[in-house]
C-alpha cells in the first residue's frame, strides 16, 4: 500500500464498505467490520491499536481510576499501522469476503457504498482513508427473520442514506449487473 498523492485528494465516491446493525449492547448499533460503531452517517478515522491499548491501561489501573482521554499517538490512517476506514473498489470483494452465510439471531449485514476523502493510502484492492460518508446501504434480508430489519430505525439515525432491502440473490444481481 502506498500513500495516494499529495495525502489529500478529492472525494472518492462508489466504493464499497461493510456494515451490519445488532442489539447486542440493548438497542440498535450500526458497526464496521472491526466493531467501530458508526453514530452518524460521517465517520474520521481512528487508531484502534491505541484505544485497545488505552482500555488494557484502564483495567491494570483499575476501572475506578481516570486516565484521561484515549492515546493518539497518530493520525489514521497511517503507514505503518492498520488503522483507517477501509474501502473497496469492487462491491463483490466485500461481498465475498464479509457476507456471512449463516443467518445469526440480532444481526442485520448491509453492504455499503460510501463516499472516501482526506489523507488515503491506496491498495490493490481498496483504500483506507481518514474520512468515509455512507451514501446508500442495501440491508441484506436474513432467511431467519425472528423480527424485521431495521429499516425504520436507520433511517431515522442516518437519515441522509438511502436505505435499500434486499436478498442476496437480488445483492448479487445488482452488484454484478
Known amino acids: 500500500m502506498g500513500l495516494a498523492e499529495g495525502g489529500d485528494g478529492p472525494p472518492i465516491s462508489q466504493m464499497w ?6 442489539d447486542f449492547y440493548g438497542s440498535p448499533n450500526l458497526a464496521g467490520s472491526f466493531g ?3 453514530i452518524t452517517a460521517e465517520k474520521h478515522a481512528e487508531c ?6 488505552h482500555q488494557m491501561i484502564q483495567v491494570m489501573l483499575g476501572s475506578n481510576m481516570e486516565t484521561g482521554p484515549p492515546l493518539a499517538l ?3 490512517p497511517a503507514e505503518h499501522c492498520e488503522c483507517g476506514i477501509y474501502g473497496f473498489y469492487e462491491a463483490m ?3 465475498r469476503q464479509y457476507i456471512i452465510d449463516n443467518d445469526r439471531e440480532g444481526i442485520w449485514q448491509i453492504l455499503a457504498r460510501c463516499t472516501f476523502w482526506g489523507k488515503t493510502i491506496v491498495g490493490d484492492k481498496g483504500i483506507r482513508t481518514e474520512y468515509a460518508e455512507i451514501q446508500k446501504g442495501y440491508v441484506i434480508m436474513s432467511r431467519s427473520a425472528y423480527k424485521p430489519p431495521p429499516i425504520p430505525w436507520l433511517e431515522t439515525t ?5 436505505w435499500i432491502p434486499t436478498s442476496r ?3 448479487l444481481t445488482t452488484i454484478a449487473g
Open 17 to 22: 464498505r461493510m456494515f451490519r446493525v445488532d
Open 36 to 38: 467501530d460503531i458508526w
Open 48 to 53: 484502534h491499536r491505541l484505544r485497545k491499548l
Open 74 to 76: 497518530h493520525d489514521a
Open 93 to 95: 470483494e466485500v461481498y
Open 158 to 162: 442516518f437519515p441522509t442514506v438511502e
Open 169 to 171: 440473490t437480488q445483492l
